[in-house]
């Protein structure tokens, strides 16, 4: 148990009674909008609705964010798969958006896979593009760390420096290459949401050195990085941020459109982490 933490210890003990198990895997991932099908690829162990579980809040039901827990084989390795995420525009704390993450790495996990959906900036970041994170500029206004109650077994000054992992991201470029699939490194911008970016919003976004912009990742990060854990991430590109015709359906339809090519890279690269 966390020892100082009755939330996460409860949160915990009620998984171990539900057949999760610690310290079996050293991978979490987390599937961001669009691409919670495959977590039903996962040969499960276990699995468990988030709301079941004492510190996780109920999801709001933002359209295609199923929550739930996983913890199995999938690509042929154990691993904790996280289906869903809390967003700052639902209206959650950034304790409440980060707490999965706490549970990954209280369940013995120390690498984050973590995918999202994002709208693309630079010119060449079009619709169905993958880029891999390298760097984050968090303009969402809120931080996990922040507060007299620290998270347990974190570093409140957390250097954010190497945020993602050099290895790891080599690792996914030489993933998406065996997945015949082509990857372009980039910097996410992390926005509040849930409305769109205007046109200024964007020439400012781009001019701050902004690859591709959404509304999640960052806080996740910031709370593995404070944790010890590595950490790797990517987008996949659903929309030209500053279009008139954005949409949270459309951004839906066009990750599940693409989540075969997503599964074929998650596979290769969690093949090559465990």
Do not use: W
């Amino acid at each position: 148990m966390s020892g100082t933490d009755p939330i996460l210890d409860a949160a915990i003990a009620s998984l171990e009674e539900s057949g999760f198990r610690r310290d079996v895997s050293s991978v979490a991932l987390i599937l961001g909008s669009g691409f919670g099908a495959i977590e039903e690829r996962c040969e499960a162990l276990a699995r468990i609705a988030y709301e079941e579980v004492p510190g996780f809040a109920r999801p709001a039901g933002t359209p295609g964010h199923v929550c739930r827990l996983s913890q199995g084989r999938l690509f042929s390795r154990n691993v904790l798969v996280f289906r869903g995420r809390y967003h700052a525009y639902e209206g959650f704390a950034s304790r409440e958006l980060v707490f999965p993450v706490r549970v990954a790495r209280a369940l013995g996990a120390s690498v984050l896979v973590a995918t999202n959906a994002a709208g693309g900036i630079r010119d060449d970041l079009l619709e169905g593009s993958l880029m891999a994170i390298t760097d984050h500029i968090n303009l969402m206004g809120i931080n996990p760390l922040v507060g007299r109650q620290r998270l347990t077994g974190a570093t409140a000054f957390a250097p954010m420096a190497g945020a993602y992992d050099a290895a790891l991201l080599g690792k996914l470029e030489a993933a998406a290459a065996r997945a015949g699939e082509a990857v372009a490194r980039g910097v996410y911008a992390a926005v509040l949401g849930p409305s769109f970016e205007t046109e200024a919003e964007v020439r400012m976004l781009k001019g701050l050195g902004a690859d591709a912009v959404g509304m999640s990742t960052v806080p996740e990060v910031i709370c593995a990085r404070a944790l010890g854990m590595k950490v790797v991430a990517f987008s996949l590109i659903t929309n030209r941020a500053g279009s008139r015709e954005d949409s949270h359906a459309h951004n839906l339809s066009r990750g599940s459109d693409t989540e075969g090519r997503i599964a074929r890279i998650l596979e290769e690269l969690i093949q090559s982490l465990a």
